[in-house]
């Protein structure tokens, strides 16, 4: 083997170690639940570290979403300093320590995952990974079947396994912090604070790469992204998220693995689309998944849409709800993955409706017809949970309706679960010409004034489209558009 390029991290055997007067880490801006478990092991007589994301955000001086711990405690021994601790995962076991909504998650130090140089990956056809579909999971790689005794021996021969490309099935012993490091993805998160004097220890040269905004895999690159190819998407989120650049090493791989990700299974890139697409940074996320060549690896329809309609309406569409969708974050906003998908496939939905007869273009029937089809194409690659893609078909059965309000039948879409998600629908549409501007304000008023001015509003509408069926809703100006349920140019 070459000796690797000088841009490759590899881990080192001691930790630089960074003393608290040396980095900007400060307990002020770590949360007080964090701290008391970081103390209590301590005092315990164990290590206790803050690891990942968090002090990569604290060095950078964001607020960190979430704090994990990561110690040399065995998960029954954290379950045991703590009552309000319950047990998660089956053969590698996390503590979750619960403070009312928080919960902070206690990971046993895990042992390396990395292969020897030349291990061959071992084959293993017959595991079953799925996991459940939207379950939170901060570390992914690896609970499979139980085993009763944590350190003890796992019930099947080989502690880990991988499959024909690399992946990671397996990975269930337990470590010590260096080793701890080798299953972290990139150095930025692979830092650790120690709750004993208050310093981080680095093998990664990490603090470096926060400082240059660097986003560096630990190890080669190659054989990290083939252990588990959602790296590749984590690589584009923090690129997205923190506006880090992928190191160029880091990044050369991503072209030739990324069509291993359709070998990851559905429920995790479901989970990982959330995070890419309701974290905050949706609208960068698109772009980087877009310029990596990584859009297509999960949402294929979606990619396939907007190459073959480059600039399109639907593209700004989708581009202007996924920027409203971070305001609405950054907000504090409850977001939901129904609109997300919504805005995500309506290029695919579109483009089924428009490959039928005009004239059948806005019957339910065919609206129906094309989400069903347009969900179930994404289903190859990504799963999307019957909730969240029944709420998708009644957002465009809802178009019409709202399109073509029929007088007091109007006051009564207002009382649809999914009103408000088709509203916001029809709001953008009619920014981009795909749906009438005169309707959109139509609903906007609706909503904003009394019931006994919403009666009169209905009331005149009836009387209005009794006259003409094709009148725009009262007391607006302008001729009807064609309306569209489907995106044509406009
Ligand atoms: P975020 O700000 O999104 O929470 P994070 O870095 O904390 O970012 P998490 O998904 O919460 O990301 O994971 C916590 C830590 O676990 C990571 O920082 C990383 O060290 C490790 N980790 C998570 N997923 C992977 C993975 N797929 N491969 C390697 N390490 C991972
Ligand atoms: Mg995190």
């Known amino acids: 083997m070459n000796s690797p390029p000088a841009s490759l991290a590899t881990p080192s055997a001691d930790p630089r170690i960074i003393a608290r007067s040396e980095h900007n880490v400060s307990r002020a801006h770590i949360s007080p639940n964090a701290l008391r478990v970081l103390y209590r092991l301590r005092d315990g007589g164990f290590q206790a570290f803050l690891v990942g ?48 909504r928080e919960i902070i998650e206690v990971a046993t130090f895990r042992a390396a995952t990395a292969p020897e140089p030349g291990e061959e990956p071992i084959p293993v056809a017959d595991l079953d990974d799925e996991r459940v579909p939207g379950l939170e999971e901060s570390e992914p790689v690896a609970e499979e079947a139980a085993t009763a005794d944590p350190r003890g021996l796992p019930d099947d ?65 190659e054989t990290r992204f083939r252990e588990d190819p959602v790296r590749m998407l984590r690589a584009a989120r923090f690129e997205a998220k923190l506006g880090f650049s992928i190191d ?10 990324r069509e291993l990700l359709a070998g990851v299974p559905q429920a995790r890139l479901f989970d990982e689309t959330l995070k890419l697409f309701l974290g905050g940074y949706g609208a960068a996320s698109f772009r980087v998944l877009r310029a990596r060549g ?30 409203n969708t971070d305001g609405r974050v950054q907000a504090d906003k409850p977001v939901t993955p129904t ?127 009794a006259r003409d069926p094709e009148a725009p809703p009262p007391a607006r100006r302008g001729r009807r558009r064609r309306r569209s349920g489907s995106a044509r140019r406009g």
């Open 53 to 100: 994301g968090c002090v990569r955000d604290l060095l950078l001086g964001i607020e960190p979403k979430d704090f994990d711990v990561a110690t040399d405690a065995l998960p029954e021994q954290v379950k045991r300093l703590f009552r309000n601790c319950r047990l998660v995962g089956r053969r590698f076991r996390l503590a979750h320590v619960f403070f009312g």
């Open 157 to 221: 021969d080989s502690e880990r396994a991988f499959d024909a490309s690399g992946r990671i099935l397996r990975d269930n012993i337990y470590g010590t912090i260096d080793a701890d490091v080798w299953r972290r993805d990139f150095t930025c998160n692979s830092l650790y604070y120690n709750i004993a004097d208050f310093s981080i220890w680095d093998y990664v040269n990490g603090v470096a790469d926060v400082s240059a905004r660097t986003l560096r895999l630990i190890g080669d690159p």
């Open 248 to 257: 160029p090493a880091t990044a050369a791989p991503i072209g030739k693995l």
């Open 294 to 323: 990584l859009l297509g690896s999960i949402l294929p329809t979606v990619d396939a849409y907007l190459s073959a309609h480059p600039g399109s309406l639907v593209e700004k569409l989708l581009v202007r709800g996924l920027e």
């Open 339 to 465: 609109f997300l998908f919504a805005l995500l496939l309506y290029g695919p939905i579109a483009a089924i409706i428009e490959a039928t007869p005009p004239e059948r273009w806005h019957e339910l029937a065919t609206i129906l017809d094309a989400c069903d089809q347009a969900v179930r194409e994404a289903q190859a690659r990504i799963s999307i949970p019957k909730r969240f893609s029944l709420g998708v078909r009644e957002m465009f059965a809802l178009q019409p309706r709202l399109e073509h309000p029929r007088g007091r039948r109007a006051l009564r879409s207002l009382e649809h679960p999914r009103f408000r998600a088709a509203y916001d629908l029809l709001l953008l549409r009619s920014e981009f010409g795909m749906a009438s501007k005169a309707t959109a304000d139509w609903w906007t008023r609706l909503q904003e004034v009394s019931a006994e001015e919403r009666n009169t509003m209905a009331e005149a509408l009836a009387s209005a489209t």
